[in-house]
């Protein structure tokens, strides 16, 4: 076994990057921290690169009486009511804008005849 080592020092040190290691990363550095990233491979392997059926938020561009309280009521009831009540609200509310801010930074998604991002109802989605 090898005794050879690097030290790095971060003030943020985020485990895992996919999406949410990688969008935790985004957001520290934005506030001036310093930040270190560790994966266990590859550094993009990750299962958010396989994703592509769909991100769950609500956006009313198709339903318009799509609204953050049904993904949140479709949250709770899928699970079960064991999520954190508080997460699963911030989750709803704030989806759309990270839709937004994804596409911003370059994501592409299918769209509606008159141009707005494209929805469909997943399982469990109302
Ligand atoms: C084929 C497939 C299709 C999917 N399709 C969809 C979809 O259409 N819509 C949808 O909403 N969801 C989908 N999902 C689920 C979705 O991809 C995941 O819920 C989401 O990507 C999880 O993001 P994450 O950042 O939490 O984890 P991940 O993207 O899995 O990232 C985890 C990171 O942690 C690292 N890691 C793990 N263990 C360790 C360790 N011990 N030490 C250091 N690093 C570690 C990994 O290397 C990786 O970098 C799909 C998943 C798969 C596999």
Do not use: Y
């Amino acid at each position: 076994m090898t005794t050879k080592f690097e030290t790095h020092e971060h003030d943020v040190l985020i485990i895992g990057a996919g999406g949410a290691g990688l969008r935790a990363a985004i957001e520290a550095l934005g506030q001036g921290a310093s930040v270190g990233v560790v994966c266990k491979s590859l550094l993009g392997k990750a299962h958010t690169v396989m994703a592509e059926g769909g991100i769950a938020a609500a956006m009313a561009n198709v339903d318009r009486a799509d609204d953050w309280r049904t993904h949140f009521r479709d949250t709770m009831r899928g699970g079960k009511l064991l999520n954190h009540w508080r997460m699963a609200q911030l989750h709803a509310q704030e989806a759309p804008d990270r839709i937004r801010e994804l596409e911003q930074w370059g994501a592409l998604f299918d769209r509606t005849a008159d141009g707005q991002i494209l929805q469909r109802a997943f399982g469990g989605h109302t």
